[in-house]
């Protein structure tokens, strides 16, 4: 049995300790082991517990519960990821409220390439089919190591999961239950086929309905999780506005198809467009040219280059993500300012990267990625 597991997963299931309290306390008493065999007067005194919370802290009810929960996972190759592992996936760590732990079906790698997230209405039109499964299909001849994100749901989500399969990208399918089920169930063999090289991902432990505002969370790590989001097509509200909403929140590039002023499902991305807080789309080329991607051709150099990321360290693939944030670079002070390290530590990592090709010092100590 994993006891350090255990606790993880006990820890998620306490009701009134979300996210961002779930990480204080864990800063404040030092380990997630701690918590549990802290004695319950003394969480009570910790800011934001009080006695209702200690009380179930303590409880032997949750361990027991985290402990069927492993067997589950265990029996079910489902991999656990606790976000303060190398594994979990470094873009949602930046979000505040970002998952504590994640469970993950399939074979993928969050740290690696880049992530486009495609949502859109349930209600699909003709013409949003259309748009999504060209803007994919686009997207993988012109962007080495890509991984499409979405969320399985009916229309939009589901198109671009699929071609995503039909192309042979990654994708992940980020779902508001658990995984000892797929909903809804009419998406199971497309599920299926993503697993081979790509992942189903969840926060919420197996018998977890799909509950409404369970939707509503997964929509954040659809958000936090990708380097640009897209909205094909939604009306004036509904999720896809919620995950747009978010990733604005999270300083992510948002872009979105515009359509006719009296069609119901383009009214969403207009008002979007309009308010400017999503880039105006028509094609993959636009995503290319505002995010400053370069387009892969026959022969390209990017090839090698993103080979070496699988060397990199963790430090040097943070530092990579915050340059594609700044086409015109980062002096090595605002690096260190944004990633809270030392600017003798990061001047090193950058010097250690310079010599492996990745990136370029300019005048004025500035570095930026090396096309």
């Known amino acids: 049995m994993d006891d350090s597991l255990k606790y993880k997963i006990a820890l998620t299931m306490i009701h009134g300790i979300g996210n961002i309290l779930a990480k204080n306390l864990i800063a404040y008493i030092g380990s997630v082991e701690g918590i549990f065999k802290e004695k319950r007067q003394n969480l009570a005194k910790i800011?934001?517990?009080g006695e209702v919370?200690?009380?179930e802290i303590v409880s032997h009810s949750l361990i027991e519960r985290a402990e069927k929960e492993i067997e589950f996972i265990s029996k079910n190759q489902i991999k656990?990821?606790?976000?303060?592992?190398?594994d979990y996936p470094y873009r949602l760590k930046e979000c505040p409220d970002s998952p504590i732990l994640l469970y993950c079906k399939g074979n993928t790698n969050f740290n690696e390439g880049k992530f486009v997230g495609i949502v859109g209405t349930r209600s699909a039109t003709q013409t949003g089919k259309e748009n999504c499964t060209k803007l994919v299909s686009d997207l993988a001849a012109m962007v080495p190591q890509l991984t499409i994100v979405s969320g399985l749901a009916y229309g939009i989500d589901i198109y671009s999961h699929k071609a995503a399969v039909?192309?042979?990208l990654p994708t992940i399918g980020v779902l508001g239950h658990g995984l000892d089920r797929i909903y809804p169930a009419a998406h199971r063999s497309t599920a299926i086929k993503m697993l081979a090289h790509g992942a189903l991902l969840t926060e919420f432990i197996s018998e977890t309905n799909p509950d409404k505002p369970n939707f509503v969370k997964r929509n954040r790590i659809i958000a936090g999780l990708c380097d640009a989001l897209v909205v094909v097509e939604s009306g004036i509200k509904g999720g896809a506005l919620i995950t747009a909403e978010l990733a604005n929140d999270y300083n992510r590039d948002v872009f979105a198809f515009p359509?006719?002023?009296d069609d119901i499902w383009s009214k969403g991305c207009n008002s979007l467009i309009k308010s400017n807080k999503a880039f105006l789309m028509e094609t993959a080329e636009d995503l290319l040219q505002i995010m400053n991607w370069e387009k892969l051709d026959s022969g390209s150099e990017i090839a090698p280059q993103v080979s070496m990321y699988f060397d990199l360290a963790e430090e040097e693939k943070e530092i990579l993500f915050q340059l594609r944030q700044h086409a015109d670079g980062l002096q090595v002070n605002e690096l260190a300012i944004q990633m809270s390290k030392p600017f003798s530590k990061i001047s090193s990592l950058l010097l250690q990267m310079e010599f492996k090709g990745l990136v370029k010092c300019l005048p004025?100590?500035?570095y930026r990625i090396i096309k």
Do not use: Q, Y
């Not at 656990?80 to 190398?86: D, G, L, P, R």
């Open 364 to 366: 004025g100590n500035i």
């Open 80 to 86: 656990a990821i606790f976000f303060t592992e190398k």
């Open 259 to 261: 359509g006719r002023v």
């Open 166 to 168: 039909e192309n042979h």
């Open 47 to 49: 800011p934001g517990i």
């Open 53 to 55: 919370l200690s009380n």
